[in-house]
């Protein structure tokens, strides 16, 4: 084990030189979610229950890949990686059977991304409880230890999952999502949750089912922390510490009445049943319910339709044999009935609702549940477990908490809890508008938490008109959220990890034409507002190595990745090139090109590995008409990297190819504390920008690392406030560069120039 590269002081990330450390990084990488043997993305039904025999080993890619995703990514000007993982991938092939193939591949590409010098921690990912569920994360296993079948859960809308929907082509734009306020998934949250509180009877293996499922998670992480602990060259060099578990949901917990949509329930789309409702086709039973959609102006009633399983349940049958896994069910825990219905919520004999506030109150203490409440009691349970299982291996590692999503964090200001030296604040934010409807509108937008949060007399007054008011909502949200943290936290980071937008805006339309104009506004209005809100760092949405034009990340119909097969790489500097150069000037590592000229040409040249070549694999030609550079533009960009002082504000205005920093600086710095900036040689060139700075000298260089060469400005400053401004190339973005050669359109800033950017 190495020394810290990375420290916390006053809630801020220090260097070993006491430099304040922005986490400017990306999710990777999104191909955790599914199997690589066989490979099976959400669109491909074979073999799908066959969940015991899978393999994750080569994810999240192959180690042979490994340099050339790192490179692109460090080009890129990341420093940090948010590292994807799952528990199925761990865990796969029943309880306790841990994959040491898949965990020693994981080991080796954490040793590659330790030569690019990349801060890393680690991510235990899900949504919506497992693949089988219609998301990712938890292996197959653990629904059958819930009592539940996943193989009839199309019938029954248990779960709505891409692999068994009859038209897969046709699977509706986030309705997964939804899968969150269905039976398979709100069952397997309130038990892993508070399984001892709402379901006694349920005892496997002698406990709980609560403690069954905690145990074997936590079990499971921490043999792969203890595995990573026993690579003796990993923990605080490259792998700086742990998040909690991904987007983590109360499920059925704190459900007033679970005969109606609570009016919290903001996502509405397809068949949206009430929990009832849920559980009463999970029973087989046919049941009317409401339809949604979600419009411009939020979720809209479409209508109704019959949910008819035709006598199909959901939970596994009375002669389903146990020992499969080699467990042992209680006698009280009947199979073949709804574990509910065991636990007297309802009576399956007249189909009457008994106790519609069940889940209502604490059973514990009578406490009525909400949010905040679930956060306080089970979740930070949950929390205080992994933290301790963590540091039992890795001692000193970071612990990136992150609470249920959009919600407040949990209330341990002052507390033991609060109080830890080593404590990080992770909530995600998405733009839901443009989330749902695929589609950027410059309009207008809502203020989500200002509404979550009561701040509003009507909804109506949260509307935001404008795209200058829509990003200045956006960063006033992420502003919220972050003091939220320090507020009830303490005085902690905060690092937002995960934001991002959908590619596939406007049915595809930037695959058809190569405009990529409304995905550049999008992902530069995100990007202003982490960099305006002050956060001590994000992790952006994300990078899939496998994205197409037409199955977007592979998995749910998704279409996040800053990555496609179909699109091309931004190039390094925006200036017409010589035909000798093409555009390569660095060297190789182990055979692979790693720089933003990446072609199909090029890496089949350099790439024997199918899986990351670059040409099209889309069946539908008018999807890979006009590649284009899938609006890099927008999250290429220049960021402070190391901060001699304290940053007041940092920003980079798009529009204008401007860059401002803003710093306080306690003393003069040394010579080899310098403040250092990443410089993306697209936007600012080295012989065509300008900077200006309020004191001290600076210089612009490209540093070489591992064979990537990276721009950098150095600034050595005095102290007090001082201010740094770059103005860079402006230039048409989401046209070829051949056509911009043609047109005349690269330009210098300081030639006013900003017409020619269609980006505002």
């Not at 329930?265 to 959609?293: F, H, M, N, Y």
């Not at 000298?697 to 201010?723: A, F, M, N, P, Y």
């Amino acid at each position: 084990m190495t020394s810290f590269r990375l420290i916390i002081e006053d809630g801020k990330f220090r260097d070993t030189k006491g430099r304040q450390v922005i986490l400017r990084g990306i999710n990777v990488a999104g191909d955790c979610k599914y199997p690589s043997k066989p490979h099976t993305p959400s669109h491909v039904p074979d073999n799908f229950f066959d969940g015991d025999n899978v393999k994750f080993s080569g994810r999240p890619f192959p180690k042979e890949e490994a340099h050339l995703h790192f490179s692109r990514l460090k080009r890129c000007g990341y420093n940090t990686i948010r590292y994807l993982f799952t528990w199925e991938a761990i865990e796969a092939a029943g309880p306790g059977k841990y994959d040491e193939e898949w965990i020693q591949h994981t080991i080796e590409v954490l040793r590659i991304a330790k030569d690019y010098g990349f801060y890393i921690f680690m991510d235990p990912h899900q949504d919506v409880w497992s693949r089988f569920s219609g998301g990712s994360g938890a292996p197959m296993w653990t629904l059958y230890a819930a009592g539940l079948n996943p193989q009839s859960f199309a019938a029954t809308e248990a779960a709505i999952v891409h692999n068994t929907y009859p038209e897969p082509d046709n699977f509706p734009k986030m309705i997964w999502s939804t899968n969150y306020y269905r039976l398979a998934t709100a069952t397997m949250f309130t038990l892993f949750f508070a399984g001892r509180d709402f379901a006694p009877k349920c005892i496997i293996d002698g406990v709980n089912i609560q403690d069954y499922l905690q145990d074997h998670f936590l079990r499971a992480v921490g043999h792969l922390a203890k595995r990573i602990h026993e690579a003796e060259d990993l923990e605080n060099d490259v792998v700086i510490g742990w998040e909690t578990l991904n987007e983590p949901n109360k499920g059925m917990i704190g459900y007033q009445d679970i005969s109606v949509i609570p009016k919290e329930q903001a996502l509405k789309k397809g068949t949206c049943p009430t929990i009832w409702q849920t559980i009463l086709t999970g029973s087989g039973r046919a049941v009317e319910v409401e339809t949604w959609d979600m419009g411009g102006l939020g979720p809209y009633k479409v209508g109704k339709t019959l949910v008819d399983p035709h006598g199909e349940v959901a939970w596994l049958p009375a002669g389903y044999d146990d020992s499969r896994y080699g467990w042992k069910r209680d006698p009280g825990w009947k199979l073949g009935e709804c574990l509910w219905a065991q636990h007297g919520v309802w009576d399956p004999e007249s189909d009457t609702l008994l106790k519609k506030d069940y889940f209502s109150k604490d059973p514990k203490n009578g406490q009525t549940i909400d949010y905040p409440y679930f956060t306080n009691t089970w979740f930070m349970d949950l929390y205080r477990k992994y933290r301790d299982v963590v540091r039992s291996y890795h001692k000193d590692a970071i612990i990136f908490l992150q609470g249920p999503t959009m919600e407040l964090p949990p209330l341990i200001k002052g507390t033991p809890d609060g109080d830890d030296p080593r404590l990080v604040y992770a909530p995600h934010w998405y733009d839901g508008i443009t989330l749902m409807t695929k589609k950027w509108n410059r309009s207008w937008n809502v203020d989500v938490i200002g509404v979550l949060r009561g701040r509003y007399w009507h909804p109506a007054f949260a509307i935001k008109l404008g795209e200058t008011a829509i990003r200045n909502c956006f960063r006033d949200q992420h502003a919220a959220m972050r003091q939220e943290g320090l507020d009830r936290m303490g005085n902690h980071p905060c690092v937002m990890t995960e934001f991002g937008i959908p590619y596939d805006m406007d049915d595809k339309y930037a695959y058809k034409t190569g405009d990529y104009s409304s995905q550049s506004a999008a992902m530069d209005a995100n990007h202003f507002a982490v960099e305006g809100a002050g956060l001590e760092g994000y992790t952006l949405w994300v990078y899939h190595t496998h994205n197409d034009h037409e199955r977007g990340d592979q998995w749910n119909g998704e279409d996040l990745s800053i990555y496609s097969v179909d699109d091309k790489l931004l190039p390094l500097d925006p200036r017409p090139r010589s035909p000798e150069a093409n555009g390569t000037i660095l060297s190789t590592k182990k055979g692979l090109d790693d720089d933003a000229s990446v072609t199909p040409s090029n890496l089949k040249r350099s790439i024997t590995n199918p899986s990351i070549s670059s040409e099209s694999t889309s069946r539908q030609p008018e999807l890979t008409a006009a590649a284009g550079y899938r609006a890099a533009e927008a999250y290429v960009r220049p960021a402070p990297i190391v901060v001699a002082g304290d940053i007041i504000r940092y920003g980079f205005d798009l529009s204008q190819c401007l860059f401002t920093l803003t710093i306080k600086a306690p003393k003069v710095a040394d010579l080899d504390s310098p403040t250092i900036v990443f410089l993306p040689e697209y936007h600012f060139p080295k012989d065509s920008c300008s900077v200006e700075v309020t004191s001290g000298k600076w210089e612009i260089s490209s540093d070489e690392e591992e064979t990537v060469l990276i721009q950098r400005l150095r600034w050595w400053h005095g102290e007090g406030e001082q201010t740094l401004r770059i103005s860079g190339v402006v230039r048409k973005h989401n046209i070829s560069g051949e056509e911009a050669d043609e047109a005349g359109y690269y330009e210098q800033c300081n030639q006013g120039a900003w017409s020619s950017c269609n980006i505002m």
